[in-house]
């Protein structure tokens, strides 16, 4: 089982898109058959079958084993990732891309798009690469936030230099910095 599943194809967003169909993949988190999901549910197997079969035809499902249950053949099925990502080439870009400021909203929705797929990729393809995430909060007066970024632009800028020509695995650095609204100021 794959950490992510990367969908980029409208068929598999179709398949995977309906309300039943979600609650019979999160059962199959674990190997089961369809007659198990279909107690867990209380539907009948052969609906519950209707919708893995859409599963396997998109990829998101597998058939991992068969057994021999009162004389017919029960398949095995398991989902085939953790985390289910749709891709934002999906919908397509509305509009034009358009030249964005480093410190506009619209760039970081961009970066975060290649993001996400660089890791859905990384999963396909070296999954046994090391790779950190970090995520904190910080406060910062409204006086300082330029300096704040520049200070942050420049520490950045420093450890592509330093690392930028060395030999060896590479890796992308991205940092994410956006404000985070307080649940006191929805009331």
């Known amino acids: 089982m794959r950490d992510v599943v990367y969908l980029d194809q409208i068929e598999q ?5 309906k309300p039943q169909r979600i ?4 059962r199959l988190a674990e190997p089961r058959s369809c007659t198990e999901v279909a107690v867990e549910l209380d ?7 209707y919708h893995v079969k859409r599963l396997v035809e998109a990829g998101l499902v597998s058939q991992v084993a068969e057994r021999r249950v009162r004389g017919i053949h029960e398949g095995i099925y398991q989902a085939a ?22 410190l506009s909203l619209g760039h970081l929705v961009d970066l975060m798009e290649e993001v996400q797929a660089d890791i859905a990729a990384l999963d396909l393809t070296r999954p046994d690469l090391p790779s950190i995430g970090v995520s904190g909060e910080i406060k910062v007066r409204p006086e300082q936030r ?12 420093d450890l592509f230099t330093r690392y930028g020509g060395a030999e060896g695995d590479g890796f992308r650095l ?3 910095c956006y404000p985070k609204e307080d649940p006191a100021d929805r009331a």
């Open 43 to 49: 539907q009948t197997p052969q609906r519950v079958y």
């Open 23 to 26: 609650d019979v993949l999160r």
């Open 13 to 17: 967003a179709e398949a995977l898109l």
């Open 146 to 157: 330029k300096a704040f970024l520049e200070e942050l632009q420049q520490t950045l800028q």
């Open 174 to 176: 991205a940092v994410a």
């Open 81 to 102: 990732g953790r985390s289910y990502w749709l891709s934002p080439g999906l919908v397509g870009r509305i509009g034009l891309r358009q030249a964005r400021d480093l």
